[in-house]
Protein backbone atom coordinates (compact mmCIF):
# COMPACT_ATOMS: atom_id res chain seq x y z
CA UNK A 1 0.00 0.00 0.00
CA UNK A 2 1.16 3.52 -0.64
CA UNK A 3 0.94 5.67 2.10
CA UNK A 4 -0.49 9.66 0.78
CA UNK A 5 1.08 12.21 3.16
CA UNK A 6 -0.63 15.88 2.34
CA UNK A 7 1.35 18.65 3.79
CA UNK A 8 -0.99 21.22 4.80
CA UNK A 9 1.64 23.58 6.11
CA UNK A 10 1.41 26.88 3.53
CA UNK A 11 -0.22 30.03 3.93
CA UNK A 12 -0.05 31.09 -0.33
CA UNK A 13 0.72 34.35 0.30
CA UNK A 14 0.33 34.77 -3.73
CA UNK A 15 -2.99 34.39 -3.52
CA UNK A 16 -4.17 37.40 -1.00
CA UNK A 17 -6.42 38.97 -0.53
CA UNK A 18 -8.35 35.86 -0.08
CA UNK A 19 -5.68 33.29 1.19
CA UNK A 20 -4.78 34.36 4.87
CA UNK A 21 -2.71 33.06 7.32
CA UNK A 22 -5.43 31.78 9.69
CA UNK A 23 -7.49 30.35 6.43
CA UNK A 24 -5.03 29.88 3.72
CA UNK A 25 -5.83 28.87 0.05
CA UNK A 26 -5.68 24.81 0.39
CA UNK A 27 -9.61 25.41 2.31
CA UNK A 28 -10.73 27.86 -0.18
CA UNK A 29 -13.14 26.95 -2.80
CA UNK A 30 -11.81 28.39 -6.16
CA UNK A 31 -13.50 28.12 -9.41
CA UNK A 32 -16.93 28.74 -8.98
CA UNK A 33 -17.70 27.23 -6.02
CA UNK A 34 -17.57 23.88 -7.10
CA UNK A 35 -18.10 22.93 -3.51
CA UNK A 36 -14.88 21.06 -2.92
CA UNK A 37 -11.70 22.91 -1.67
CA UNK A 38 -8.40 22.13 -3.08
CA UNK A 39 -7.43 20.19 0.11
CA UNK A 40 -10.67 18.80 0.01
CA UNK A 41 -10.37 17.59 -4.14
CA UNK A 42 -6.88 16.08 -3.09
CA UNK A 43 -8.44 13.92 -0.57
CA UNK A 44 -11.01 12.45 -2.71
CA UNK A 45 -8.34 12.41 -5.57
CA UNK A 46 -6.87 8.88 -4.11
CA UNK A 47 -9.69 7.92 -2.28
CA UNK A 48 -10.76 5.33 -4.61
CA UNK A 49 -7.93 3.82 -5.34
CA UNK A 50 -7.11 0.58 -3.09
CA UNK A 51 -3.02 1.28 -3.93
CA UNK A 52 -3.73 3.87 -0.87
CA UNK A 53 -4.14 4.07 2.48
CA UNK A 54 -5.70 6.67 4.24
CA UNK A 55 -3.66 9.91 4.22
CA UNK A 56 -1.37 11.05 6.82
CA UNK A 57 -1.64 14.98 7.23
CA UNK A 58 0.89 17.37 8.46
CA UNK A 59 -0.17 20.82 8.95
CA UNK A 60 -0.29 23.96 10.85
CA UNK A 61 -1.15 23.99 14.69
CA UNK A 62 -3.64 26.79 13.96
CA UNK A 63 -5.15 24.96 11.27
CA UNK A 64 -6.12 21.88 12.93
CA UNK A 65 -9.58 21.93 12.91
CA UNK A 66 -9.72 23.38 9.66
CA UNK A 67 -8.24 20.51 8.07
CA UNK A 68 -10.52 17.97 10.21
CA UNK A 69 -13.15 19.61 8.62
CA UNK A 70 -12.40 18.95 5.42
CA UNK A 71 -11.63 15.56 6.11
CA UNK A 72 -15.02 15.15 7.28
CA UNK A 73 -16.64 16.35 4.47
CA UNK A 74 -14.92 14.34 2.25
CA UNK A 75 -15.57 11.27 4.22
CA UNK A 76 -11.96 9.92 5.10
CA UNK A 77 -10.68 8.88 8.15
CA UNK A 78 -7.39 10.19 7.92
CA UNK A 79 -4.21 7.48 8.88
CA UNK A 80 -3.18 10.42 11.30
CA UNK A 81 -3.08 13.98 11.63
CA UNK A 82 0.40 15.71 12.88
CA UNK A 83 0.36 19.09 13.86
CA UNK A 84 3.71 21.36 13.48
CA UNK A 85 4.51 23.86 16.44
CA UNK A 86 6.08 25.82 13.84
CA UNK A 87 6.84 26.17 10.53
CA UNK A 88 10.09 24.20 9.33
CA UNK A 89 9.89 24.04 5.82
CA UNK A 90 9.20 20.34 4.06
CA UNK A 91 12.16 18.62 4.69
CA UNK A 92 11.19 18.57 8.40
CA UNK A 93 7.69 17.41 7.88
CA UNK A 94 8.18 14.31 5.50
CA UNK A 95 11.23 13.13 8.00
CA UNK A 96 8.15 12.99 10.86
CA UNK A 97 6.36 11.67 8.33
CA UNK A 98 8.53 9.03 6.96
CA UNK A 99 9.64 8.09 10.83
CA UNK A 100 5.80 7.73 11.53
CA UNK A 101 5.22 5.66 8.78
CA UNK A 102 8.03 3.25 9.53
CA UNK A 103 6.33 2.79 12.84
CA UNK A 104 3.26 0.72 11.49
CA UNK A 105 5.51 -0.80 8.54
CA UNK A 106 9.14 -0.46 7.90
CA UNK A 107 9.18 -0.83 4.08
CA UNK A 108 6.46 2.24 3.86
CA UNK A 109 5.79 3.76 0.41
CA UNK A 110 5.36 7.64 0.49
CA UNK A 111 3.51 9.97 -2.03
CA UNK A 112 4.03 13.07 -0.84
CA UNK A 113 2.26 15.92 -2.04
CA UNK A 114 0.87 19.72 -1.46
CA UNK A 115 -2.42 20.00 -0.10
CA UNK A 116 -3.17 22.96 -2.47
CA UNK A 117 -2.64 21.75 -6.29
CA UNK A 118 -4.80 21.61 -9.06
CA UNK A 119 -4.75 17.89 -10.96
CA UNK A 120 -7.06 17.73 -14.02
CA UNK A 121 -6.53 14.34 -14.61
CA UNK A 122 -6.49 12.32 -11.76
CA UNK A 123 -6.53 8.69 -13.28
CA UNK A 124 -3.43 9.81 -14.81
CA UNK A 125 -1.80 11.25 -11.93
CA UNK A 126 -2.29 8.26 -9.55
CA UNK A 127 -0.97 5.86 -12.28
CA UNK A 128 2.12 8.12 -12.19
CA UNK A 129 2.47 7.56 -8.40
CA UNK A 130 2.18 3.94 -9.16
CA UNK A 131 4.58 3.72 -11.70
CA UNK A 132 6.61 5.45 -9.89
CA UNK A 133 6.66 3.38 -6.47
CA UNK A 134 8.47 0.74 -8.55
CA UNK A 135 11.28 3.21 -9.22
CA UNK A 136 11.15 4.12 -5.65
CA UNK A 137 11.57 0.48 -4.81
CA UNK A 138 14.67 0.50 -6.40
CA UNK A 139 16.58 2.84 -3.64
CA UNK A 140 15.71 6.51 -5.73
CA UNK A 141 13.54 9.59 -4.91
CA UNK A 142 11.30 9.65 -7.29
CA UNK A 143 10.17 13.58 -8.23
CA UNK A 144 7.36 14.23 -10.72
CA UNK A 145 8.73 17.04 -13.37
CA UNK A 146 6.15 18.57 -15.68
CA UNK A 147 6.61 19.46 -19.12
CA UNK A 148 7.00 23.84 -19.15
CA UNK A 149 3.66 24.83 -21.46
CA UNK A 150 5.27 28.23 -20.80
CA UNK A 151 8.34 30.59 -20.09
CA UNK A 152 6.97 30.54 -16.80
CA UNK A 153 9.19 32.53 -13.74
CA UNK A 154 7.25 31.23 -10.83
CA UNK A 155 8.65 27.59 -11.03
CA UNK A 156 12.16 25.61 -10.06
CA UNK A 157 13.20 23.50 -13.36
CA UNK A 158 14.85 20.19 -13.10
CA UNK A 159 17.41 19.22 -15.84
CA UNK A 160 16.31 15.36 -17.41
CA UNK A 161 19.76 13.28 -17.31
CA UNK A 162 19.75 9.73 -18.71
CA UNK A 163 17.61 7.55 -18.72
CA UNK A 164 18.06 5.45 -15.25
CA UNK A 165 18.87 1.37 -16.33
CA UNK A 166 16.21 -0.35 -16.70
CA UNK A 167 13.67 1.79 -16.87
CA UNK A 168 11.87 3.59 -20.17
CA UNK A 169 10.42 6.91 -18.21
CA UNK A 170 12.38 7.55 -15.56
CA UNK A 171 15.51 9.66 -15.74
CA UNK A 172 18.56 10.63 -13.79
CA UNK A 173 18.18 14.49 -12.28
CA UNK A 174 21.40 16.12 -14.10
CA UNK A 175 20.48 19.43 -12.28
CA UNK A 176 18.03 21.00 -10.18
CA UNK A 177 17.55 25.49 -11.16
CA UNK A 178 16.38 27.92 -9.45
CA UNK A 179 13.49 29.80 -10.26
CA UNK A 180 14.43 31.58 -13.69
CA UNK A 181 13.71 35.35 -14.65
CA UNK A 182 11.95 35.23 -18.33
CA UNK A 183 14.62 35.27 -20.62
CA UNK A 184 16.47 32.04 -18.93
CA UNK A 185 12.93 30.26 -19.22
CA UNK A 186 12.54 31.09 -22.47
CA UNK A 187 16.12 29.33 -22.86
CA UNK A 188 14.85 26.03 -21.00
CA UNK A 189 12.09 26.17 -23.18
CA UNK A 190 13.83 26.39 -26.34
CA UNK A 191 16.48 23.94 -25.19
CA UNK A 192 14.02 21.17 -24.56
CA UNK A 193 15.40 18.40 -21.58
CA UNK A 194 13.71 20.64 -18.60
CA UNK A 195 10.80 20.56 -16.33
CA UNK A 196 9.19 22.38 -14.00
CA UNK A 197 9.67 20.97 -10.49
CA UNK A 198 5.94 19.81 -8.78
CA UNK A 199 7.37 19.41 -5.51
CA UNK A 200 5.80 15.74 -5.61
CA UNK A 201 7.60 13.19 -4.01
CA UNK A 202 7.20 9.40 -4.28
CA UNK A 203 9.84 7.81 -1.93
CA UNK A 204 10.50 4.64 0.29
CA UNK A 205 10.79 5.97 4.48
CA UNK A 206 13.98 4.00 4.65
CA UNK A 207 15.57 5.37 1.78
CA UNK A 208 14.60 9.38 2.24
CA UNK A 209 15.74 8.86 6.32
CA UNK A 210 18.52 7.78 5.28
CA UNK A 211 19.72 10.26 2.91
CA UNK A 212 18.60 12.69 5.53
CA UNK A 213 20.27 11.24 8.23
CA UNK A 214 23.49 11.56 6.12
CA UNK A 215 22.87 14.96 4.03
CA UNK A 216 21.24 16.86 6.83
CA UNK A 217 21.36 15.20 10.47
CA UNK A 218 20.16 17.71 12.35
CA UNK A 219 16.99 17.56 10.45
CA UNK A 220 16.88 13.98 11.03
CA UNK A 221 17.48 14.67 15.08
CA UNK A 222 14.70 17.08 15.69
CA UNK A 223 12.28 15.56 13.85
CA UNK A 224 13.16 11.86 15.25
CA UNK A 225 13.33 13.30 18.60
CA UNK A 226 9.48 16.20 18.02
CA UNK A 227 8.11 12.50 17.35
CA UNK A 228 9.62 10.78 20.19
CA UNK A 229 7.83 13.16 22.57
CA UNK A 230 4.59 13.91 20.69
CA UNK A 231 1.23 13.92 22.64
CA UNK A 232 -2.00 12.62 21.49
CA UNK A 233 -4.22 15.63 21.45
CA UNK A 234 -7.78 15.51 20.82
CA UNK A 235 -7.35 13.20 18.09
CA UNK A 236 -4.43 15.00 16.88
CA UNK A 237 -0.92 13.96 17.09
CA UNK A 238 1.16 17.36 18.72
CA UNK A 239 4.81 17.46 17.33
CA UNK A 240 7.37 18.13 20.81
CA UNK A 241 7.30 22.16 20.16
CA UNK A 242 11.03 22.74 21.46
CA UNK A 243 12.93 19.95 20.18
CA UNK A 244 10.73 20.60 16.61
CA UNK A 245 11.91 24.25 16.39
CA UNK A 246 15.52 23.23 17.06
CA UNK A 247 15.26 21.76 13.05
CA UNK A 248 16.95 23.84 10.28
CA UNK A 249 14.12 25.87 7.98
CA UNK A 250 14.78 24.37 4.54
CA UNK A 251 13.00 22.52 2.02
CA UNK A 252 13.56 18.85 1.10
CA UNK A 253 14.75 20.47 -2.38
CA UNK A 254 17.93 21.85 -0.74
CA UNK A 255 18.40 19.90 2.31
CA UNK A 256 18.36 15.90 0.30
CA UNK A 257 17.58 16.09 -3.53
CA UNK A 258 19.92 18.32 -4.81
CA UNK A 259 22.48 16.67 -2.83
CA UNK A 260 21.61 12.73 -3.17
CA UNK A 261 23.13 10.56 -6.11
CA UNK A 262 19.25 8.85 -5.83
CA UNK A 263 17.47 11.42 -6.76
CA UNK A 264 15.17 10.57 -10.20
CA UNK A 265 12.86 12.55 -12.06
CA UNK A 266 9.46 11.17 -13.30
CA UNK A 267 7.38 12.99 -16.39
CA UNK A 268 3.88 13.37 -15.37
CA UNK A 269 0.92 14.89 -17.68
CA UNK A 270 -1.88 14.90 -15.68
CA UNK A 271 -2.79 18.87 -16.07
CA UNK A 272 -1.13 19.88 -13.17
CA UNK A 273 -1.05 23.51 -11.64
CA UNK A 274 -0.02 24.76 -8.21
CA UNK A 275 -1.90 27.46 -8.42
CA UNK A 276 0.59 29.59 -6.79
CA UNK A 277 -0.82 32.55 -7.87
CA UNK A 278 -3.69 34.77 -9.62
CA UNK A 279 -2.03 34.32 -12.53
CA UNK A 280 -2.02 30.98 -12.31
CA UNK A 281 -5.68 30.49 -10.93
CA UNK A 282 -6.14 32.40 -14.70
CA UNK A 283 -4.62 29.98 -16.74
CA UNK A 284 -6.73 27.26 -15.49
CA UNK A 285 -10.05 28.58 -14.87
CA UNK A 286 -13.00 28.98 -17.30
CA UNK A 287 -12.80 32.23 -19.79
CA UNK A 288 -15.23 33.94 -21.41
CA UNK A 289 -14.93 34.94 -25.00
CA UNK A 290 -12.49 37.57 -24.37
CA UNK A 291 -10.36 35.67 -21.92
CA UNK A 292 -11.66 36.88 -18.86
CA UNK A 293 -12.10 34.60 -15.57
CA UNK A 294 -14.70 35.70 -13.65
CA UNK A 295 -16.07 34.50 -9.97
CA UNK A 296 -19.10 36.44 -8.21
CA UNK A 297 -21.07 40.10 -9.49
CA UNK A 298 -19.08 41.45 -12.27
CA UNK A 299 -20.15 43.55 -15.39
CA UNK A 300 -16.92 43.53 -18.00
CA UNK A 301 -17.18 46.36 -20.87
CA UNK A 302 -14.16 46.27 -22.86
CA UNK A 303 -12.06 44.17 -20.82
CA UNK A 304 -9.74 41.11 -21.68
CA UNK A 305 -7.84 38.43 -20.28
CA UNK A 306 -8.86 39.43 -16.64
CA UNK A 307 -9.78 37.79 -13.61
CA UNK A 308 -12.11 39.43 -11.47
CA UNK A 309 -13.38 37.60 -8.07
CA UNK A 310 -15.62 39.29 -6.37
CA UNK A 311 -16.92 38.27 -2.64
CA UNK A 312 -18.88 41.55 -1.84
CA UNK A 313 -19.90 43.89 -4.64
CA UNK A 314 -20.68 44.56 -8.12
CA UNK A 315 -16.70 44.62 -9.70
CA UNK A 316 -17.24 46.90 -13.28
CA UNK A 317 -14.47 47.36 -15.42
CA UNK A 318 -14.53 49.34 -19.01
CA UNK A 319 -11.32 49.38 -21.18
CA UNK A 320 -9.07 46.70 -19.35
CA UNK A 321 -7.11 44.52 -20.08
CA UNK A 322 -4.53 41.52 -18.46
CA UNK A 323 -5.68 42.55 -14.89
CA UNK A 324 -6.25 40.84 -11.87
CA UNK A 325 -9.11 42.13 -9.95
CA UNK A 326 -10.20 40.40 -6.14
CA UNK A 327 -12.86 41.90 -3.78
CA UNK A 328 -13.13 40.92 -0.33
CA UNK A 329 -15.16 42.27 2.61
CA UNK A 330 -12.10 44.09 4.17
CA UNK A 331 -9.62 44.28 0.95
CA UNK A 332 -9.21 45.04 -2.44
CA UNK A 333 -6.48 44.14 -5.24
CA UNK A 334 -5.92 45.54 -8.45
CA UNK A 335 -2.91 44.32 -9.85
CA UNK A 336 -1.20 43.73 -13.15
CA UNK A 337 -1.28 40.15 -14.16
CA UNK A 338 1.94 39.63 -15.40
CA UNK A 339 3.27 40.86 -11.56
CA UNK A 340 1.61 38.64 -9.73
CA UNK A 341 4.23 36.60 -8.09
CA UNK A 342 4.43 40.39 -6.43
CA UNK A 343 1.47 39.67 -4.49
CA UNK A 344 3.74 37.84 -1.61
CA UNK A 345 5.80 41.12 -1.40
CA UNK A 346 2.58 43.29 -0.81
CA UNK A 347 1.72 40.85 2.02
CA UNK A 348 5.30 40.94 4.15
CA UNK A 349 4.34 44.64 4.10
CA UNK A 350 1.06 44.31 5.55
CA UNK A 351 2.98 42.03 8.24
CA UNK A 352 5.84 44.79 9.17
CA UNK A 353 3.15 47.10 9.13
CA UNK A 354 1.27 45.13 11.68
CA UNK A 355 -2.12 45.58 9.22
CA UNK A 356 -4.22 42.62 10.59
CA UNK A 357 -5.68 42.20 6.58
CA UNK A 358 -2.47 39.76 6.11
CA UNK A 359 -3.53 36.89 9.18
CA UNK A 360 -7.29 37.07 9.39
CA UNK A 361 -10.82 38.05 7.12
CA UNK A 362 -13.59 39.58 8.61
CA UNK A 363 -15.10 35.67 8.98
CA UNK A 364 -12.71 33.90 11.20
CA UNK A 365 -13.29 30.22 12.45
CA UNK A 366 -13.33 28.22 14.83
CA UNK A 367 -14.22 24.20 15.34
CA UNK A 368 -17.97 25.37 16.63
CA UNK A 369 -18.17 27.33 13.11
CA UNK A 370 -17.38 30.84 12.81
CA UNK A 371 -18.04 34.44 13.70
CA UNK A 372 -18.25 37.03 11.48
CA UNK A 373 -18.03 41.12 11.94
CA UNK A 374 -20.20 43.20 10.55
CA UNK A 375 -19.99 46.23 12.52
CA UNK A 376 -17.78 48.60 14.91
CA UNK A 377 -17.79 51.93 16.24
CA UNK A 378 -17.20 53.59 19.80
CA UNK A 379 -18.37 51.17 22.77
CA UNK A 380 -20.10 48.81 20.32
CA UNK A 381 -19.26 46.01 17.50
CA UNK A 382 -21.83 43.63 15.42
CA UNK A 383 -20.98 39.96 14.99
CA UNK A 384 -22.35 37.12 13.46
CA UNK A 385 -22.27 33.95 15.38
CA UNK A 386 -22.39 30.58 13.22
CA UNK A 387 -22.88 27.38 15.39
CA UNK A 388 -22.60 24.16 13.67
CA UNK A 389 -24.87 21.38 15.28
CA UNK A 390 -23.45 20.16 18.33
CA UNK A 391 -20.90 23.05 18.37
CA UNK A 392 -20.47 24.59 21.83
CA UNK A 393 -18.61 28.07 22.90
CA UNK A 394 -16.06 27.90 25.95
CA UNK A 395 -17.63 28.73 29.42
CA UNK A 396 -16.48 32.49 29.20
CA UNK A 397 -16.56 35.91 30.95
CA UNK A 398 -15.85 39.09 30.19
CA UNK A 399 -15.23 42.17 32.39
CA UNK A 400 -15.78 45.28 30.27
CA UNK A 401 -18.25 44.32 28.17
CA UNK A 402 -22.04 42.82 27.88
CA UNK A 403 -23.80 41.10 24.94
CA UNK A 404 -26.74 41.03 23.39
CA UNK A 405 -27.88 37.43 21.69
CA UNK A 406 -30.89 37.82 19.24
CA UNK A 407 -31.52 34.21 17.20
CA UNK A 408 -32.15 34.73 13.84
CA UNK A 409 -31.97 30.84 12.87
CA UNK A 410 -32.31 27.20 15.29
CA UNK A 411 -32.90 27.41 18.79
CA UNK A 412 -29.88 28.21 21.47
CA UNK A 413 -28.87 26.56 24.45
CA UNK A 414 -27.55 29.88 26.86
CA UNK A 415 -25.70 29.26 30.18
CA UNK A 416 -25.76 31.99 32.25
CA UNK A 417 -24.25 31.19 35.80
CA UNK A 418 -26.07 28.51 37.03
CA UNK A 419 -29.08 29.17 34.63
CA UNK A 420 -29.67 27.14 31.67
CA UNK A 421 -32.18 28.32 29.42
CA UNK A 422 -33.45 27.64 25.35
CA UNK A 423 -33.53 30.47 23.51
CA UNK A 424 -35.68 30.25 20.18
CA UNK A 425 -35.82 32.26 16.79
CA UNK A 426 -37.00 35.96 17.50
CA UNK A 427 -36.17 35.57 20.67
CA UNK A 428 -32.96 37.14 22.61
CA UNK A 429 -31.10 37.02 25.69
CA UNK A 430 -28.81 39.62 27.77
CA UNK A 431 -25.07 38.67 29.39
CA UNK A 432 -24.31 41.90 31.83
CA UNK A 433 -20.38 42.29 32.22
CA UNK A 434 -18.57 39.98 34.60
CA UNK A 435 -21.27 37.44 34.15
CA UNK A 436 -19.96 33.85 33.31
CA UNK A 437 -21.73 32.79 29.91
CA UNK A 438 -21.64 29.68 27.21
CA UNK A 439 -23.52 29.00 24.03
CA UNK A 440 -24.20 26.14 22.11
CA UNK A 441 -26.48 24.36 19.28
CA UNK A 442 -28.33 21.42 20.62
CA UNK A 443 -30.08 21.22 17.72
CA UNK A 444 -29.37 19.25 14.16
CA UNK A 445 -29.40 22.72 12.26
CA UNK A 446 -26.96 25.74 12.16
CA UNK A 447 -27.61 27.94 14.63
CA UNK A 448 -27.06 31.83 13.72
CA UNK A 449 -27.15 35.02 16.18
CA UNK A 450 -26.44 38.28 16.02
CA UNK A 451 -23.96 39.53 19.40
CA UNK A 452 -24.20 43.61 19.98
CA UNK A 453 -21.34 43.86 22.18
CA UNK A 454 -21.13 47.12 24.08
CA UNK A 455 -18.60 48.68 26.77
CA UNK A 456 -15.36 50.18 27.27
CA UNK A 457 -13.50 47.92 25.98
CA UNK A 458 -14.02 45.05 23.07
CA UNK A 459 -11.14 43.84 22.47
CA UNK A 460 -10.90 39.69 22.36
CA UNK A 461 -8.25 40.01 25.48
CA UNK A 462 -11.07 41.18 27.78
CA UNK A 463 -12.20 37.33 27.84
CA UNK A 464 -11.56 34.68 30.35
CA UNK A 465 -12.68 30.87 29.24
CA UNK A 466 -12.97 27.62 30.82
CA UNK A 467 -14.18 24.20 30.13
CA UNK A 468 -13.46 24.16 25.74
CA UNK A 469 -14.59 20.63 24.64
CA UNK A 470 -11.94 21.47 21.68
CA UNK A 471 -9.14 21.41 24.34
CA UNK A 472 -7.73 24.72 22.81
CA UNK A 473 -5.63 26.83 24.51
CA UNK A 474 -6.67 29.82 26.59
CA UNK A 475 -5.39 32.39 23.30
CA UNK A 476 -7.04 30.75 20.61
CA UNK A 477 -10.56 29.55 22.14
CA UNK A 478 -13.99 31.87 22.35
Aim: proline share 5%.
Amino acid sequence: MILPVILSGGVGTRLWPLSRAMYPKQFIRFFNGEGRSLLGATLERLAPDASFSPPLIVCNNEHRFLVREETRKAGIDPHAIILEPVGRNTAAAVAVAALFAQRSDPEAVLAVMPSDHVVANAAAFIGGIKRAAQVAATGKLVLFGITPREPHTGYGYIRRGELLEGSEEAYRVDAFCEKPDRARAQEYLDAGGYYWNSGIFVLSARTYLDELKALAPAIYKAAQEALDKAEEDFGFLRLDAEAFACSPNISIDYAVMEKTTAAAMLPLDAGWSDVGSWSSIWEVSAHDDAGNAVEGDAMLVDTESCLVRSERSLVATIGVKDLVIVDTPDALLVADKGRAQEVANLVAELRKSNRKEHEQHLRNYRPWGYFESMSMGPRFQVKLLHVKPGGQLSMQMHHHRSEHWVVVRGTAKVTIGDEEKLVQENESVYITATHWHRLENPGKVPLEIIEVQIGSYLGEDDIIRTHDIYHRSADETR
